[in-house]
């Protein structure tokens, strides 16, 4: 039963759709129709702000860590806190509040292994800044640090669940960045540009 309850707190926090609460509340805007219309953080600082895609970001984070410490708390055990981590990005790629249609996880996934795995989210961020800083790509970075992660778990020498959970959620991300690879493919990418600047394009625009 602890599993159960575990996995549906998970879920639903994870299902939480940061990005869209906070662009309506603050900037009465829907980040759905704007940028890449992922509510995600890095479709919130293209379209509302460097402070709030900030906030966004942290917002996201905070649910993979809460996850993994309500496993932590109701179970106790490793696959205690894989289960919250596992139900809360699946929350997030696939919320139960906008019939199933979410982020790409990544953020969440992030503090998920921030607090898991702590080493190998340290290297996994600094080459994700590289990248950006290099292409300007977010999505390329997302997906290069996917891939990283179980390569970084077993490196280290982590436990089995910790590498069998980051294969699982690198697939995640890089499932859910299906439509960004294509476009890179392509050189039809957004790059990430000034803070704001998705929406102020298309106001000029319309």
């Not at 939480?16 to 219309?37: A, M, Q, T």
């Not at 205690?80 to 997030?92: K, L, N």
């Amino acid at each position: 039963m602890s599993f159960v309850i575990t996995a549906v707190l998970s879920y639903l926090i994870g299902s939480i759709p940061n990005g869209l609460i906070i662009g309506k509340v603050f900037k009465g805007v829907d980040i759905r129709e704007f940028g890449s219309k992922n509510i995600g953080a890095t479709n919130a600082y293209r379209v509302l702000g460097a402070w709030p895609g900030f906030f966004v970001l942290i917002m996201d984070l905070l649910k993979g860590v809460i996850a993994v410490y309500i496993g932590k708390v109701l179970i106790g055990t490793t696959m205690g806190e894989i289960t919250g981590a596992f139900f809360a990005i699946t929350g997030h790629n696939w919320p139960v509040f906008l019939g199933f249609k979410g982020g790409r996880g990544v953020a969440t996934a992030l503090g998920v292994i921030a607090i898991l795995m702590p080493r190998e989210t340290a290297i996994i961020f600094i080459a994700w800044v590289i990248i950006v800083a290099l292409t300007r790509y977010v999505s390329l970075a997302s997906i290069v640090g996917a891939a990283m992660a179980p390569v970084l778990i077993w490196l280290f020498g982590e436990e089995i669940e910790f590498f069998v959970f980051g294969i699982l959620a690198a697939a995640f991300v890089i499932f859910r960045h299906k439509a960004n690879i294509q476009r890179l493919l392509k050189g039809e990418e957004l790059k990430i540009k000034s803070p704001g600047a998705a929406r102020e394009k298309k106001e000029n625009d319309g």
